[in-house]
């Protein structure tokens, strides 16, 4: 089996279209306080697109065990598919902290604007997503509305 490295796939289409869309995010350089939310939302944008890619990393490690062995199984410490399921592993842990930082950061922000309003629905709607649900419908399309109010000039 040849070795896996933690990029050994690009990011998806997706990450690199939210990447070009909200900027890159830059949480060391100095914003006004206008702009400190739509800075931390961009921040949070990449750490999703980060966790997209995590996930698809994790998921091709996953994909050569069971070609390898058939099944899931533990493998070796010496294996390099174990340092590598393990390497992916440690980063989501950094992942999670970081999210739940940004997160933190944003709901303690106040929307001034309909597109502070737009960019924080965007992401709850994110979130909820991954869950379905009615909820999640409602949130994407007061999220989708506003921000065709927001970009208006």
Known sequence: MAELSPRSTPL????????????PA??????????ELSAKCSEWWALDAEFDHLTAQRSIAEAAVLQQFGRLRQLPPSDPTTRLLGLIDRQFE????????CI???????ARTIQDVANKLTIVARL???EGGIEAEI???AACLLSKYAIRP
């Open 12 to 23: 998806s289409r997706r990450g690199v279209l939210t990447a070009a869309v909200v900027g």
């Open 26 to 35: 830059c949480p060391r350089l100095p914003v006004g306080r206008e702009e």
């Open 94 to 101: 950094v992942f999670d902290r970081r999210n739940a930082r």
């Open 104 to 110: 933190k950061s944003i709901g303690a922000l106040p």
């Open 128 to 130: 909820l997503g991954d």
């Open 139 to 141: 949130v994407s399309e």
